[in-house]
C-alpha cells in the first residue's frame, strides 16, 4: 500500500519525505526545475505544515462555511488561510470574494487578480453560449491575451477554478497558453471529488455530495439547474 497517509496535504514527515523523492528523481539535465502541485488546506496552515515552503504560486478561490467546525469563526478560517500568501512570490485572487482583500493584505510578493463578475480584475472571465453536459465553455480576458477556454466539469464553479487554474500556469511559467483546458486521460468529469452527476436521457437530472458540506446541496441544484434547462 501507500506508505502516506491519504491526507489533503500531508503531515510534515510524508510530506517533506515526498518532496525530496520527486526532487531526487527529476532529470538532472532539464532545463526546467520540477514543478509541484499541491492543495494546502487551512488545517495544515493552522497547525503549520508548511511554514518552511515558499510557493512560486498560490491561488486563492473562495471561502465556505465548511471548515467552521475546525476554526469556529470565518475571519480565524480567513487569517488561516490569508497565512499562505505571506509564504508566495506570486498571488493569484478571486475578487469575486468577499475575503479577496484580506489576502491581497497577505500577500508579499506580485498579485494577480481573477473574475468570473467583473471585468475590474487582470484576468476576466466571460461565459459563452453552448456549455451544457459536455462542460462550460468561456473566453478569458486580459490585457495581453483573449482565449476561448473549454472545461469539461459542470458548473460556475468550474469557470472560476480552470480560469485560475489556467492564470497559475501562465504566470509560474511566464508564457502564453494558446490552448483549451481538456480533461486528463481517463478521467469521467461528471464523477469528480465529491460531486456525482446522475444523467437521465440527455440531460442532467440531480447531483449528489457525499459527505454533504453545509452548503453543498444548495449548490449542487444550482449548479445542474442552468444545464438542465432547455
Known sequence: GSPYSGMTTPEPAELYSLLA?????????????????????????AFHKVAPLRFAVSVFTNLTQDHLDFHKTMEAYA??????????????LCIDSPYAERMRRQGEGRVVTC?????????????LSGSGREGVQYRLEAAHLSLRLFCP??????ITNSMQAAVAAM?????????????FP?????RLGKFLVVWRMDRPL????????????????????????R
Open 153 to 158: 466539469i459542470l458548473g460556475h464553479f468550474s
Open 21 to 45: 523523492r520527486m526532487a531526487a528523481d527529476a532529470p538532472a539535465d532539464s532545463p526546467h526545475p520540477p514543478t509541484v502541485v499541491m492543495e494546502v488546506t487551512s488545517h495544515a496552515l
Open 79 to 92: 487569517d488561516a488561510k490569508a497565512s499562505l500568501f505571506a509564504q508566495s512570490r506570486c498571488s493569484v
Open 171 to 183: 504566470e509560474r511559467a511566464s508564457i502564453r497558453a494558446t490552448a483549451a483546458i481538456w480533461p
Open 115 to 127: 473574475s468570473s463578475a467583473s471585468r475590474n480584475a487582470d484576468y476576466s472571465a466571460f461565459p
Open 206 to 229: 440531480c447531483m449528489g455530495v457525499s459527505p454533504a458540506p453545509k452548503q453543498g446541496p444548495q449548490k449542487a441544484v444550482r449548479t445542474v439547474a442552468p444545464a438542465a434547462i
Open 186 to 190: 481517463g478521467l469521467d468529469p461528471s
